[in-house]
């Protein structure tokens, strides 16, 4: 009886670290802890949505998102919709370009919380620093790659079709690693 009651105690104990070894993928994304810790507090200052933070660029832009950044969603009282965004302007360019998209902005906002959560915009100036552009700089094929990349091109007859899908292939490569 107590070797059949190890037994099954040592099973579910395998079973567990079997488990706890299948399912570690390596380390989590570091937006993902950030999000789970700031969704309380930004969610009292008026974010309903946090994921507006991180999908901020998608939404308005990259060259926007550089000199434009989202402070606070205010709501009327005991109303979760058609609220007041308020951004924040590093500059007066910014302002301007940003000032003649908000109607676009608000459309895209509202379709990214499926609701129309954003009646208003508000744009407020002041002093912060600008997010970096990332740099440009990309790797080139190896010759091995450039190898195996033409031979499943071959088989393409136009050759102005045949030099877009090398790019196309060749813009893959760099970015994923493989085809």
Known sequence: MIRLWNNMHMTEKCKKTEYARRSFEG???LTKE???IARPILGKRGFVGVDILSEW????GPDLARGIHP???VFDRDKRSDGTLHVKSSGGAFAMLFE???TKVIERINTFFGYPAVAHIKIK???FQLAQKPSLTKRSLTDSEKADLN???AQIEDPELREQAYQI???VLIKNGEV
């Open 27 to 29: 380390l989590a994304p």
């Open 71 to 73: 402070e606070k969603l």
């Open 34 to 36: 950030v999000l789970t």
């Open 57 to 60: 660029e998608n939404i308005v």
């Open 125 to 127: 100036q002041g002093a």
């Open 151 to 153: 031979k499943r091109i």
């Open 169 to 171: 292939g060749a813009e």
């Open 100 to 102: 003649h998209q908000k």
